[in-house]
């Protein structure tokens, strides 16, 4: 987001959501043309009579749901941080329901690019070395597209928990942006007072400020109908933000909690741990030729399988099903089993193809992450969503009240207006659009 003003302006690098793997709609007329903003900011809440079915297609029980229009917007945060993307609108709406169990959320917006395969394997014939497509669109020096970003689509919504954070209410995700902040550098003697010229992170301002953040990964959590669940804190407040750079970073996923602080510089707060859940990358370090230089390569492969975008987690319990890398040559070949192996030099099957700007890569290159379902506080909201062929439809529910007791989630029980901030992510990796200062209204 943008270099706006302190605090008032403060904007969102990351905002919430990855999730999974999605299946083409057939019903291509969904997505809602929106021709230009209603200039409302209110999303009125109906009482369902029939509870949608949350499976990314609109069925009946939507249509007396009231419609928002808006258009979030990337914004221009400055020192090229949002480079490629700055203007870039999209035209969106929501819907919303709720009974006495659920609240329901429609989101439709246009996108006219299916991004799910994230940063995926290749095989760079000149350096004879295996590399992951990056999640963002690169420039050269002049400012020319070098390649397009192999990043996922996502959309996030940020809450205020417990009308705890104050500048939330007028800022909604500007509350807890924090961009290009001023530090003091330790590192260095003297220490010295430096500009933060190129990054941002999310961090309340207070010990007891928190933010409720949905991740709707159009990827890595569709594969289990689910939509990661996740919220932001103070990370140890704005002393230790400066004392390290401004890189403390207030989000988290559901369920850790602060267990103490460092007892050494920087003082930072210190977390617990969470089950394994989620996704996780697929990647390991090798030698090459089993002695020779480190390299990155793939950790797990489906052999001869094409357009596959993701392992999932329990198929790495079968060789059946996938095998693990086990060595690669000094000329790249991978090596799995007893004596089989992998020959990325023969055809291009594993190699980048298209341009800078329809580019793809080979058919048989391997997926980035390994899938698994989220689980607990993760894993409190349910999700589908549908690539129509010119945008999204993404459809999701989440208990009124969840089983929460750590302040890590909203409670709608109240049926009061809730502020909300919603942001859409277009094949990148923090490059988005937002629209801030939106607000929930329970009919």
Same mark, same amino acid.
């Given at each position: 987001m943008k270099i706006l003003k302190t605090n008032l302006s403060l904007i969102t690098i990351t905002f919430l959501l990855a999730i999974g793997y999605v299946v083409s709609c057939t019903k291509d007329d969904q997505i809602l043309d929106v021709a230009q903003t209603d200039n409302s900011t209110d999303l009125i809440a109906s009482k369902a009579s029939t509870a949608p079915v949350i499976d990314g297609t609109i069925d009946a029980a939507w249509q007396n749901a009231t419609t928002l229009n808006f258009q979030p917007t %990337?914004?221009?945060?400055?020192? @090229?941080?949002f480079s490629g993307y700055i203007g870039d609108v999209y035209k969106a709406s929501l819907r919303c329901m709720y009974d006495d169990q659920y609240v329901y959320f429609l989101a439709e917006y246009n996108d006219n690019t299916k991004n799910t395969n994230v940063t995926p394997w290749y095989f760079d014939s000149t350096t004879k070395r295996w590399n992951q497509e990056g999640s963002s669109k690169t420039y050269d020096v002049n400012g020319a597209l070098t390649r397009v970003g192999f990043g996922e689509d996502k959309m996030a919504m940020l809450w205020n928990i417990d009308k705890s954070t104050p500048k939330f209410i007028s800022q909604t995700c500007y509350a807890s942006c924090h961009v290009f902040s001023p530090y003091m550098d330790y590192s260095v003697t003297p220490s010295v007072y430096k500009s933060n010229s190129n990054s941002g992170n999310h961090y309340t301002n207070g010990a007891n400020e928190k933010i409720d953040m949905w991740w709707g990964h159009l990827s890595k959590d569709l594969v289990f109908n689910q939509m990661d669940d996740n919220y932001q804190d103070w990370a140890g407040g704005p002393g230790i933000t400066n004392l390290t750079g401004g890189n403390a970073n207030g989000r988290h996923v559901d369920d850790i909690t602060v267990t103490s602080n460092s007892a050494t510089w920087p003082y930072r707060p210190v977390y617990s741990t969470t089950a394994t859940q989620g996704s996780s990358n697929n990647r390991q370090s090798l030698k090459l030729d089993g002695t020779g230089a480190t390299v990155t390569v793939p950790l797990w492969i489906k052999v001869n399988a094409t357009n596959y975008n993701y392992i999932l987690a329990t198929d790495t319990l079968s060789a059946a099903n996938v095998v693990k890398i086990t060595g690669v040559s000094s000329t790249g070949i991978l #090596? #799995? @089993? %007893?004596?089989? +192996? =992998?020959?990325?030099?023969? @055809?291009?099957? #594993?190699?980048? *193809? @298209?341009?800078? %700007? *329809?580019g793809s890569v080979g +058919?048989?290159?391997?997926? +980035?992450? =390994?899938? +698994?379902?989220? =689980?607990n506080g993760r894993a409190d909201i349910t999700c589908a969503a549908v690539h129509t062929g010119s945008g999204w439809i993404v459809e999701y529910k989440r208990l009124i009240k969840t089983s929460d007791v750590l302040k890590q989630d909203v409670d709608f029980t109240s049926k009061e207006d809730f502020p909300f901030g919603f942001a859409i992510w277009d094949g990148s990796n923090n490059q988005h659009a937002i629209q801030p200062n939106l607000v929930l209204k329970f009919k």
């Open positions: %990337v914004p221009d945060p400055g020192n @090229g941080l #090596y #799995y @089993g %007893v004596n089989d +192996s =992998i020959n990325p030099n023969l @055809g291009n099957d #594993y190699l980048r *193809t @298209g341009n800078s %700007v *329809t +058919s048989k290159c391997f997926p +980035s992450f =390994i899938a +698994s379902p989220l =689980i």
